[in-house]
């Protein structure tokens, strides 16, 4: 990580963004809107944001160079899927899990920003990481 910043730091910066966000501009863009002001807000605030990220991984002895593209990659620990849809389907959750398993990194955060509030639309994945103790990080529970 550069910077060394926590993972709550990290996680409750984006979900504060995202709010920001979304009561700002609402539901119903394109999700390259929000990519582009979340990242760019993320940025602002020193934070390492890697857009539209690709990555490669190895699956049975082969390899997938141009396999997985994360929306945002913030201080290479933290994977963020962007979404505007009217509802989530039970795929987009597990495609986060999947990019955090296969990245080897411990959470991901899904934001959906079709969803009438972002607490609704916001989804935390976690990889082999016990679970946290910070308030701010308790939307979905």
Do not use: C, W
Request: positive net charge; charged residues 25%.
């Amino acid at each position: 990580m550069r910077g060394a910043k926590a993972l709550d730091d990290v996680t409750g910066a984006v979900v504060d963004a995202a709010y920001k966000l979304h009561t700002g501009l609402g539901p119903g863009l394109l999700e390259s809107v929000y990519e582009t002001v979340l990242a760019r807000d993320l940025a602002r605030q020193g934070f390492y944001v890697e857009r539209q990220k690709i990555l490669s991984f190895e699956y049975d002895g082969l390899q997938f160079r141009d396999g997985l593209r994360i929306d945002l990659l913030i201080e290479s620990t933290v994977v963020l899927e962007i979404k505007s849809v009217e509802r989530l389907l039970p795929v987009h959750p597990k495609q986060v899990l999947t990019y955090l398993r296969l990245l080897g990194l411990p959470v991901g955060l899904l934001i959906n920003f079709g969803a009438p509030t972002l607490k609704e639309g916001l989804r935390r994945a976690v990889n082999n990481l016990p679970p946290t103790s910070s308030p701010r990080l308790r939307v979905n529970q």
